[in-house]
């Protein structure tokens, strides 16, 4: 049974908001079980370094897996964002 104390949401605070922090939370903790030493390349490719139980390993994976699909995504973003600028400065000249 868990005796912390549970800390209260802020009002108003959208679902989106309130699984951004879990995410968010959630990052933080899988970043520090990472050696100091380590590059994230490294952290990427041993994910569950410092995960000894089976809920800690499943997490770590769901957090990598997250992160990876994030980054792709912010990179694809990038490349339309290059796109429609490129093709916006075509039209001006």
């Known amino acids: ?16 908001d ?3 922090a879990v995410t968010g939370a959630a990052v933080v903790w899988w970043v520090s079980r990472r050696p100091t030493h380590w590059t994230l390349e490294q952290h990427f490719n041993n994910p569950l370094t410092g ?13 990598k897996d997250w992160c ?6 912010g990179r694809r973003e990038q490349a339309e964002q290059k ?6 400065t075509g039209r001006a000249g």
């Open 68 to 73: 990876e699909h994030n980054h792709k995504k």
């Open 18 to 20: 309130l699984l951004a």
């Open 51 to 63: 995960c000894f139980s089976v809920h800690d390993k499943r997490l770590a994976l769901a957090i």
């Open 1 to 16: 049974m868990n005796t912390e104390p549970s800390l209260p949401n802020p009002p108003n605070t959208s679902e989106l």
């Open 83 to 88: 796109r429609v600028a490129k093709k916006n």
